[in-house]
Each structure stands twice: as C-alpha cells, then as structure tokens.
Nanobody, 121 residues
Framework: QVQLVESGGDLVQPGGSLRLSCAASGIIAVINVMGWYRQAPGKERELVATITTGLPANYADGVKGRFTISRDDPKNTVYLQMNSLKPEDTAIYYC???????????????WGQGTQVTVSS
C-alpha cells in the first residue's frame, strides 16, 4: 500500500506564510504527478497546484504568484509554500500522488488525510 502523510497546517494571520509537506511511503516504483487540493466548508474539493518532474507546475488562478509547489523525488515528498495568505485560503488541504507500485504495471491515485489551514486574524 502507499501512504501520504501531510504536515504543516496551522492557524495563521492574513498576509502570513505556511509551508505544507507531504511524504509518500510504501513500495513505490514511480510517482508521476504530485499535487495539492483543498476543500473549504460547504464547497467541493478544488485543485491548488500539481507538479510533474520535468514539466512546469500547474496552479489554480487564485493562488498564482502566492503559492509555490515543489518536490523532492529522492524523498518522495511534495511541498507547498503559501505566501500572502488570505482568509479565503482557509480549507483542508489534501496531498495527491499518482503512483506506480513495484510489480504493478498501472498507476493509481492516492490521497493524504488532509491538513487544516486556517487564515484568520
């Protein structure tokens, strides 16, 4: 099995910064796409940013210029640096990875358990 464990969520004031981390563990052969989604109360889960090694990162319009996604492939870890946070960024942030396990031919999607980010004064 593959597990994704997020960390870094917290309460922060508007204009502040946070860095989320997500480490994938298990018998992993290849990780294709890694990314972050978020879900605010009463809303559907939405894409925040995704990254594929060797390609430009992809960002939601509302976070461009404020958030930066990066990954450390030897560590199977993806990061989300969030700057200039706004109250509307408040949500549960979920890590995502598209993974091929050893001895498997296909890729499968995995999700973390979520980490709470609250932006409030």
């Amino acid at each position: 099995q593959v597990q994704l464990v997020e960390s870094g969520g917290d309460l922060v004031q508007p204009g502040g910064s946070l860095r989320l981390s997500c480490a994938a563990s298990g018998i992993i052969a290849v990780i294709n796409v890694m990314g972050w989604y978020r879900q605010a109360p009463g809303k559907e889960r939405e894409l925040v940013a995704t990254i594929t090694t060797g390609l430009p990162a992809n960002y939601a319009d509302g976070v461009k210029g404020r958030f930066t996604i990066s990954r450390d492939d030897p560590k199977n870890t993806v990061y989300l640096q969030m700057n200039s946070l706004k109250p509307e960024d408040t949500a549960i942030y979920y890590c995502y990875a598209n993974v091929r396990r050893l001895t498997y031919a296909n890729f499968f999607n995995y999700w973390g358990q979520g980490t709470q980010v609250t932006v409030s004064s």
